[in-house]
């Protein structure tokens, strides 16, 4: 199946300090990638959607000036939580989903990366 | 606008017993309806899905379910639990505009 790699799978840092989060699409190129925060024992909460060489459309309530997305080619979504504190201490996933594969249609089929623990102190 | 439902946010079945996690959804429009497994401290990992076609779907690790539009479930099962089936399950649908909408989730506890 398709593969979604997110790195890191985990970061600790310092209250104040911004950290980068990538999420690849290794063997096919990801029209649209999303990304979600999950706070534990809960569900999925949709951050924001990212096309390809577009701005990411962001969910209510989600400040896109802290949770910068930047989705420069097919293959790879970043999202960079600026000036970090503990309340976005977190799990983070990213998803990425495509038109076709293999000729086949895989059009709203997400497929997610690992995921990345942040933890800020 | 679509919603999900997972009845039951945790799940305990003995080992070799029947697995049921049930799942209701809202949709205006034909859904596209998924499954999704996660370990702990890990991503989603597709378990099965629905898109058009059979309504009954068959998964990876032996588990199926079945759409029924009538009844708007899509309910998970496995006829025998193995203890590696411990984890949380993500019931989702999506519109035709690749929105996904996830259930609160189901923990499943397999007991020896």
């Known amino acids: 199946g398709a593969v979604v790699s997110q790195h890191p799978s985990r970061v600790i840092c310092k209250s104040g300090t911004s950290v980068k989060i990538e999420c690849r699409s290794l063997d096919f190129q990801a029209t649209t990638m999303f990304w979600y925060r999950q706070f534990p024992k809960q569900s999925l909460m949709l951050m924001a959607t990212s096309n390809e060489g577009s701005k990411a459309t962001y969910e209510q309530g989600v400040e896109k000036d802290k949770f910068l997305i930047n989705h420069a080619s097919l293959t790879l979504s970043t999202l960079t939580v600026t000036s970090a504190h503990p309340e976005d201490s977190s799990f983070y996933i990213c998803?990425?989903?495509?038109?076709?594969?293999?000729?086949?249609?895989?059009?709203?089929?997400?497929?997610f990366g690992a995921g990345t623990r942040l933890s800020v102190l | 606008a679509q919603s999900v439902t997972q009845l039951g946010s945790h799940v305990s079945v003995s080992e070799g017993a029947l697995v049921l996690l049930r799942c209701n959804y809202s949709?205006?429009?034909?859904?596209?309806l998924f499954w999704y497994v996660q370990y702990p401290n890990q991503g989603l990992q597709l378990l099965l899905k629905?898109?058009?076609?059979?309504?009954l779907v068959k998964g990876i690790n032996g588990f199926e379910a079945e759409f029924k539009k009538s009844e708007t479930s899509f309910h998970l099962t496995k006829p025998s639990a193995h203890m590696s089936d411990a984890a949380e399950y993500f019931c989702a649908v999506s519109d035709a505009g690749n929105q996904f909408y996830f259930g609160t989730g189901t923990s499943l506890t397999v007991i020896p």
């Open positions: 998803s990425a989903s495509f038109g076709q594969w293999r000729g086949r249609s895989a059009k709203n089929i997400q497929y």
């Open positions: 949709s205006s429009v034909p859904p596209y």
């Open positions: 629905y898109t058009t076609g059979a309504t």
